[in-house]
């Protein structure tokens, strides 16, 4: 099945599938005009994701650093070799992004997963120094599980592939939860996973209910969250009630102190991109 933004779908790697939950139609704020249709996965479709996400990552974890690093840099080559023209104008009518700034942001993901390919290779382990006669200390890193992914309307697709580039270097499977202001753009990037086995990436849209769901199911074991300050804690408390790892960046607006001795257009410049690039909603 492709994806079209017209029928509300998820996706379960390497397939787009129908989602029968509750239909919601996407609204173009600027001109009011119908984007698209999507639908909250259902349980049952939530199910048969985790399902299938922890066979996949029984698999995947088995495989060594190499062969996933090879992997990896497929989902780079596909990002490399896309089209990407129809996902950047979905984020545009989503979320009001500038098309210059949604088609750069969407096009220059590949570095990310080339990067964590190579950085697998190198993390397999350590030794330490012998303590007392005889023996001798080393650590060895095991991946996670099935690890959820929520994520933000500002930058759906590059703070998405920061998260799930890692988790899959280090042998776990990923469930995205996108952000529901960036829902089709999101579910149109997927098609990028293709060439990775079966299930290991899915995509579930969906609300607060889903991300609940997904946190604290017992088939999942850690949890990437970026958005708000409020929604960060939410997720905290329900990782912490769980003993779940969770990675969160919760949004924040930092001070900006410019001393006597600055160049004042360089400094000028700074400011003025810091406080109203993305019309003020970024990390800054």
Same mark, same amino acid.
């Given at each position: 099945?492709?994806?079209?933004?017209?029928?509300p779908?998820?996706?379960?790697?390497?397939?787009?599938?129908? /989602?029968?939950?509750?239909?919601?139609?996407?609204?173009?704020?600027?001109t009011?005009?119908?984007?698209?249709?999507?639908a909250?996965?259902?349980?049952?479709?939530?199910?048969?994701?985790?399902?299938?996400?922890t066979?996949?990552?029984?698999?995947?974890?088995?495989?060594?650093?190499?062969?996933?690093?090879?992997?990896?840099?497929?989902?780079?080559?596909?990002?490399?070799?896309?089209?990407?023209?129809?996902?950047?104008e979905?984020?545009?009518?989503?979320?009001?992004?500038? !098309?210059?700034?949604?088609?750069?942001?969407?096009?220059?993901?590949?570095?990310?997963?080339? @990067?964590?390919?190579?950085?697998?290779?190198?993390?397999?382990?350590?030794?330490?120094?012998t303590?007392?006669?005889?023996?001798?200390q @080393?650590?060895? !890193?095991?991946? !996670?599980?099935?690890?959820?992914?929520?994520?933000?309307?500002?930058?759906?697709?590059?703070?998405?592939?920061?998260?799930?580039?890692?988790?899959?270097?280090?042998?776990n499977?990923?469930?995205?939860?996108?952000?529901?202001a960036? /829902?089709?753009s999101?579910?149109? !990037?997927?098609?990028?996973?293709?060439?990775?086995?079966?299930?290991?990436?899915?995509?579930?849209?969906?609300?607060?209910?889903?991300?609940?769901?997904?946190?604290?199911?017992?088939?999942?074991?850690t949890?990437?969250? /970026?958005?708000?300050?409020?929604?960060?804690?939410?997720?905290?408390?329900?990782c912490?009630?769980?003993?779940?790892?969770c990675?969160i960046?919760?949004?924040?607006s930092?001070?900006?102190?410019?001393?006597?001795?600055?160049?004042?257009?360089?400094?000028?410049?700074?400011?003025?991109?810091?406080?109203?690039?993305?019309?003020?909603?970024?990390?800054?």
């Amino acid at each position: 099945m492709q994806f079209s933004p017209d029928r509300p779908v998820y996706f379960v790697n390497p397939d787009y599938r129908p /989602t029968t939950g509750a239909q919601k139609p996407v609204i173009d704020p600027a001109t009011l005009e119908t984007v698209g249709t999507i639908a909250a996965a259902s349980d049952g479709e939530i199910d048969a994701a985790l399902t299938t996400a922890t066979a996949a990552q029984a698999a995947w974890k088995k495989l060594d650093a190499k062969s996933r690093a090879k992997h990896l840099h497929a989902v780079a080559n596909a990002i490399e070799a896309a089209d990407f023209t129809r996902c950047a104008e979905l984020m545009v009518r989503e979320m009001g992004k500038p !098309y210059p700034e949604a088609i750069g942001e969407i096009a220059n993901c590949a570095p990310i997963f080339r @990067y964590y390919a190579e950085m697998a290779r190198d993390e397999a382990g350590k030794v330490a120094g012998t303590t007392q006669a005889g023996s001798f200390q @080393y650590a060895r !890193y095991e991946p !996670y599980g099935v690890s959820v992914h929520i994520m933000p309307y500002n930058f759906p697709i590059l703070l998405m592939c920061w998260t799930v580039a890692a988790s899959l270097a280090a042998g776990n499977a990923c469930v995205i939860k996108p952000a529901e202001a960036t /829902t089709l753009s999101t579910l149109d !990037y997927m098609t990028v996973f293709r060439s990775l086995p079966e299930g290991l990436v899915s995509c579930l849209p969906g609300g607060a209910a889903t991300a609940q769901a997904l946190i604290g199911s017992d088939r999942t074991h850690t949890v990437a969250f /970026t958005g708000s300050v409020a929604a960060g804690k939410a997720v905290a408390v329900a990782c912490a009630e769980r003993m779940k790892p969770c990675v969160i960046e919760a949004g924040g607006s930092d001070p900006l102190i410019i001393s006597q001795h600055a160049p004042l257009d360089v400094a000028a410049a700074g400011s003025v991109t810091a406080a109203f690039h993305l019309t003020g909603q970024v990390c800054t």
